[in-house]
């Protein structure tokens, strides 16, 4: 079939790029010709841009690191422009995207009415495509709670898809809640289609990788601790992390994924950080904010590893416990259990 993927392709996030790839790729191997619809909004461009130089808001990033964060924007474009996109249409003219035999939505949290810049865009709900099979693949409300619920205008428009998945018990709840149906509960596609990551590792080094921004101090003085105590370089990849030693800010998506291939352990607070440590095998532990705690939650209840979601109770001794223990058998048994059920409503969905 012709597949279109509707999904936030464009954001300057190795998660978001990433699973763009995965899922497009993926597709492409079971016999779809598929393409990535290139929506736009010149708002949103302008905002995903400031973000991406201003990404810690109200604190500004200071002179000195913009060169970084522009060299890492112009990494996303270049990568951007490898993806197999659709004709450029307005994010508010779906029409214009042309018509295909089925479009999946998702993954990523495009369904959040909290997202800063494409909370409530109707294009994300079906809104004016020209399909007759929608199908959402590992979609996520983000941070938007199940006790806050979905209007009536957004469960209509979701009776519009013949196959719902969702990536985290949350979005399960809220479509139940709203629509009466039970959606499949799949993997995000860069633990779905695995083999799409794989890269070279970074220089074989003993270093830790942090991922993510504004990080609360309990948790930096616990990493800077463990650090001194291992002796163990810590990396900060695409964004100016203060506590640690060496600052990749400029990295590209395909930089990021050899970062933390070669590296010893993760720390982050961001979903995909989580997810391709769990891909490389690597140790991770996560301290979520408030945007991404339900996110980070949600994956670590699914594959069975809450421990990992640490905070300020969390003592020393458990931190280097954790940071030493790779990926637990029961949590690899877990992510393999559902990857099969994530292929069948994929072969049912687009049957």
Not at 5 to 29: D, K, M, P, V
Not at 175 to 198: H, K, N, S, Y
Not at 257 to 277: D, M, P, Q, W, Y
Not at 305 to 319: D, K, P, Q
Request: hydrophobic share 40%.
């Amino acid at each position: 079939m012709k597949v279109g993927i509707l999904t936030f392709h464009r954001c300057i996030n190795y998660g978001s790029y990433w699973q763009t790839r995965c899922l497009a790729e993926g597709l492409s191997t079971r016999g779809h010709e598929v393409e990535i619809l290139n929506h736009h909004c010149r708002k949103v461009a302008h905002a995903e841009l400031t973000c991406a130089l201003q990404p810690k808001l109200p604190t500004r990033t200071p002179p000195h690191e913009l060169p970084s964060y522009k060299s890492k924007i112009r990494r996303f474009a270049s990568a951007f422009r490898r993806l197999p996109l659709s004709r450029t249409f307005s994010l508010y003219h779906p029409q214009a995207a042309g018509r295909y035999d089925a479009i999946v939505v998702g993954s990523d949290e495009v369904w959040n009415f909290r997202h800063p810049w494409y909370n409530g865009k109707p294009l994300f709900f079906g809104e004016g495509l020209q399909t007759d099979r929608l199908v959402s693949y590992a979609a996520s409300f983000g941070n938007h709670p199940a006790e806050d619920g979905l209007g009536n205008d957004w469960s209509r428009r979701l009776d519009r898809f013949s196959a719902i998945s969702v990536r985290d018990e949350n979005s399960r709840e809220l479509i139940e809640r709203a629509t009466g149906r039970d959606p499949e509960v799949t993997l995000d596609p860069c633990l779905q289609f695995a083999e799409v990551t794989r890269c070279e590792p970074a220089q074989n080094e003993d270093y830790a990788l942090v991922y993510g921004h504004s990080f609360p101090d309990w948790f930096a003085a616990l990493m800077r601790n463990w650090a001194d105590q291992r002796h163990t370089t810590l990396v900060s990849v695409g964004y100016s992390t203060p506590w640690a030693d060496v600052q990749l800010i400029d990295a590209g998506p395909l930089e990021f994924a050899r970062l933390i291939a070669g590296s010893k352990a993760v720390a982050t607070n961001f979903f995909h950080g989580t997810v391709f440590a769990l891909l490389n095998g690597r140790p991770w532990v996560a301290a979520p904010s408030d945007y991404r705690s339900i996110k980070l939650s949600g994956l670590a209840s699914l594959i069975g590893a809450n421990e990992r979601i640490v905070s300020e109770y969390t003592g020393a001794a458990e931190l280097r416990e954790l940071l030493a223990t790779p990926r637990e058998q029961h949590v690899s048994h877990r992510i393999k259990s559902i990857r099969c059920s994530s292929d069948a409503f994929l072969d049912a969905a687009l049957a």
